[in-house]
């Protein structure tokens, strides 16, 4: 479904703030896998994703997204194949529209818009219904603009819009990284709710390894633009935190000093 074929990205080339954010990574995603990726600051976790995503060109290597070659696409052509949540409530909504408008924009993305543009009495249902199964009332709120909403519920309509039209390759960049632990908690129980409802493959990049062991059928660390750990199946739901600490300095030869405290 999505195949990641030996793709690097320097940063700065040539400059003393040079950077390999990725070097010669290879991933393969099959039909309905959710992944969770972990790692510290700047292993090239959100690198991946943006390369993914068509934010960042690779340097080298390419990419597939059911068998088709999306390397050279720019971002705006890989958006209708892609549902993306990032790690700030304020990014992925327009704040001054309505919460109807952006469910409305959302559910058209990759449509031609003629001249005239409203919403038919069918998407409205389709909308109440939808914001319903988030059980945060904003159902009763269709006209609210969004930027009067709190982060969560912003987060939660965000995921709701990224999903509306079920993505082949869903994006969860930390997401839930900018909200209080009990909000954070609840918007990751709605992600994993409309990822196996609509059976999206995702990618989901968090610090929290507890999380990253919880959710999903496979778990990717990385370190230093590579993959160094890519567990799944029975192996991941055996895992505890002691032992993917023990399998990542046994793999990097790191004894996580530094970046203990960021994964745990």
Known sequence: MLEVKNISKT???GTVNEKLALDGVDLKLNENDFVTVIGGNGAGKSTLLNCIAGVYPVDSGSI????????????HKRARLLGRVFQD???GTAA???????????????????????????????????LKTLGLGLEDRMTTKVGLLSGGQRQALTLLMATLKKPRL?????????????????????????????????MMITHNMRDAIR???RLI?????????????????????????GQFEKASGSDLASDRMLLS
Request: charged share 30%.
């Open 96 to 130: 001054n529209m309505g919460i109807e408008e952006n469910l409305a924009l959302a559910y058209r993305r990759g449509e031609k818009r003629g001249l005239r543009w409203y919403i038919t009495s069918q998407e409205r249902e389709l909308f109440r219904r939808e």
């Open 215 to 217: 959710y999903g059928n």
């Open 89 to 91: 409530p304020m990014m």
């Open 170 to 202: 869903l994006l969860l960049d930390e997401h839930t990284a900018a909200l209080d632990p009990k909000t954070a908690q609840k918007v990751l129980e709605l992600s994993n709710q409309l990822i196996e409802e609509h059976q999206i493959t995702t």
């Open 221 to 245: 660390m990385m370190y230093e633009g590579k993959i160094l750990l890519d567990i799944s199946g029975e192996e991941k739901k055996k895992l505890t935190i002691d032992y993917l600490l």
């Open 11 to 13: 940063f700065n080339v």
């Open 64 to 75: 597939y997204i059911d068998s088709t070659d999306v390397t050279k696409l720019p971002e």
